[in-house]
């Protein structure tokens, strides 16, 4: 992948820009779990019911997911550091309006600026540092994104915990404020100016707002549906709407000349195959909020205890992402996140061997194998993602490697939680409707290990996915070593 010459700053600068990168991402993980673990206070503090309160997760989700594509896109029209930095100032400024509201509404609005920030930040980050490395150095430097992105899931609930334990809850989106004026000086100093490639492009103003809708509510359908049930009627309108948009988003795009969304893309089966794969992937990973209910409704460990074992896998892909990355550089990234995809395969198989009495010692190893198989497979297979993507539309596959992320963990949450709710009646012999919570510790254990069972299913789907990828990858090396060769004697000058 040939890049202009301005977005390859000098060794020491690439690293000190891929820091400032990942500090907006870090913010923009962090903030995505970090309030969670204050819904109920604010409850209490806003004088409020916990279905308005709600929406001060749903406001930043849905902001995220309805715009990644769009942010993407002016990423390949634009300036990549400008938007990079509009949307560091943004998410920065929504903060500290955040940690000022006096009124739950207010509040709400103020995430929705926050999410806005982080669209941009999400969308572009690995465009950015995609366009700044070299191919010798990428997978080392998006093993070092996946850390940081591992780190802000994982640091997100206990710092939540520890702020409100010790002081108010404002400091809860303060915490941002230091960091993203951080962000803003690195980025504005090390990152190189990055212009379009191809100039001249046009915003697809109707596609965009097609598909603003459609991913909207495919957004509020699946967890509205996560919360109160999928019978309800708002999920079956805003699912159906959903299915409606795409269909008519993609009749749009294959008929103009400048889409959203360039569906030839999707032509490069590589591509799409990694993208599936991810998908695939972010939907069990999802599914991972599901452990707390064996830990302390079956082995009736603390809080505290339950956090620490919860942190254990994204802590897994924290560290071994940057040798995943480094293995990518030298060995393929496809071989590697190969590997990645058994250790994930192998750690839902290991989960689904709980039983009652184990020890949080003998659970250890088996959520840490699913995190190490996450740390080998992320890394590598964004690597392979970005590059199939032509240099003039980083931007977009940027957005669409996170709304494969985005879109896997909507779809995991509601989907697990199901399977896991099905499996637990089945394996108790209980009647539709009952309380999980209620149900005895053979039936949860008898429910988790099923659901496990399903989710490696889902892996060794990828895996296969991936083996084929790895074999058309290989055949096209193969043909293009046997095509190169002829190409070199036929443009050679006739001797006399």
């Known amino acids: 992948m040939q890049l202009n010459s301005t977005s390859n700053p000098k060794p020491s600068a690439r690293w000190l820009a891929l820091a400032g990168v990942g500090m907006g991402v870090l913010m923009a993980t962090l903030d995505a779990s970090i309030v969670n673990i204050s819904l109920p206070a604010f409850v209490e503090i806003f004088q409020t019911s916990f279905a308005t309160v709600q929406w001060v997760v749903l406001a930043y989700i849905l902001v995220i997911t309805s715009l990644l594509l769009g942010a993407a896109r002016l990423g390949d029209m634009l300036n990549k550091k400008h938007l990079y930095l509009t949307g560091l100032a943004l998410f920065t400024l929504g903060s500290v309006l955040c940690a000022l509201s006096n009124q739950i509404y207010w509040l709400i609005i103020c995430r929705a600026v926050q999410g806005l920030g982080a669209v941009f930040t999400q969308a572009l980050g690995i465009a950015i540092i995609t366009q700044i490395f070299p191919a010798s150095e990428r997978g080392r430097a998006l093993g070092i994104m996946g850390s940081i992105v ?224 996450m740390g080998l497979f992320q890394a590598p297979n964004n690597s392979a993602v970005m590059s199939t993507v032509p240099p003039e539309r980083l931007g977009i596959g940027s957005g669409l490697l996170v709304l494969s992320r985005t879109l896997g963990q909507t779809t995991g949450l509601p989907l697990m939680g199901a399977l896991f709710t099905a499996s637990v009646l089945a394996a108790g012999g209980l009647t539709a409707g009952t309380d999980i919570t209620m149900a005895g510790a053979a039936a949860l254990v008898g429910g988790l290990q099923r659901t496990y069972h399903i989710a490696a299913g889902f892996i060794l789907t990828s895996t296969l996915i991936a083996v084929l990828a790895l074999w058309v990858d290989q055949r096209r090396k193969k043909l293009q070593s046997l095509t190169e060769p002829a190409a070199r004697v036929d443009s050679k000058p006739l001797s006399d």
């Open 150 to 373: 591992s780190i802000g899931i994982a640091l997100g609930p206990p710092l939540g915990g520890l702020i409100l334990s010790v002081a108010s809850w404002h400091w809860i989106f303060l915490v941002n404020l230091p960091i993203g004026l951080a962000a803003l000086f690195i980025v504005s100093r090390f990152i190189p100016s990055l212009p379009p490639l191809r100039p001249g492009q046009q915003f697809d103003r109707w596609g965009g707002l097609l598909l603003f809708f459609t991913l909207g509510l495919y957004a509020l359908g699946m967890t509205s549906g996560q919360q109160g049930g999928f019978d309800q009627p708002i999920v079956a309108l805003s699912l159906t709407a959903a299915g409606v948009g795409m269909l008519t988003f993609l009749w749009l795009e294959s008929r103009i000349s400048q889409p959203m969304v360039d569906l030839r893309l999707f032509r490069n089966i590589l591509f799409s195959m990694n993208l599936l794969m991810a998908f695939l992937v972010f939907i069990v990973m999802a599914g991972m909020f599901i452990l707390p209910f064996y830990l302390q409704l079956v082995l009736n460990l603390s809080s505290s205890m339950i956090g620490l074992l919860m942190m254990v896998h994204p802590i897994g892909m924290g560290v071994v992402a940057p040798l995943a990355g480094y293995l990518s550089d030298r060995f393929g990234s496809r071989v590697i996140s190969l590997f990645g995809l058994i250790a994930i395969a192998g750690g839902c198989l290991a989960l689904s061997t709980v039983r009652e009495g184990m020890t949080p010692l003998q659970f250890f190893p088996r959520t840490l194998l699913f995190g190490l198989g």
